[in-house]
């Protein structure tokens, strides 16, 4: 390691802003609507002088973010037999992505005699 490496402060509060980006047109509003294709930049906060890796890992865990969020999954809606699950939003707990979702058995057997 260098003595730059070595005597480089810590960087601790905000370094960055992640801002996510209205649709520009009716294209992209409908896009959004229909999809969960969403838009988001990266603004890096001027003064902190941060360098390149630091900032490729920023990028990087922002991707990561993203992929466990909202890429890992069987998409919002899907069908498994006879059952539609629809997943509503995903948590974050004891380091797990839990999903909340609703699940409707398309299944007609209430229990009633026919």
């Known amino acids: 390691m260098g003595r730059e490496t070595e ?12 801002t996510k980006q209205r649709p520009r047109d009716c294209g992209s509003f ?3 609507m ?4 969403d838009i988001f930049t990266m603004a890096f906060k001027p003064g902190h002088n941060l360098s ?9 865990s922002l991707i990561l973010t993203d992929y466990m969020f909202f890429e890992n999954d069987n998409g919002m809606c899907y069908c498994e037999g006879s059952k539609l699950h629809i997943t509503l939003c995903n948590t ?3 380091g797990h992505t839990c999903p909340c ?6 299944n007609n057997n209430n229990g009633g005699g026919g």
């Open 101 to 106: 979702k609703v699940v409707l058995d398309g």
């Open 34 to 37: 229909f999809t969960d294709s």
């Open 30 to 32: 409908a896009k959004e």
């Open 52 to 60: 390149p890796q630091q900032k490729a890992t920023m990028m990087a």
């Open 7 to 18: 005597n480089a402060k810590l960087q601790l509060g905000d370094l960055a802003v992640i």
């Open 92 to 94: 974050y707990c004891c």
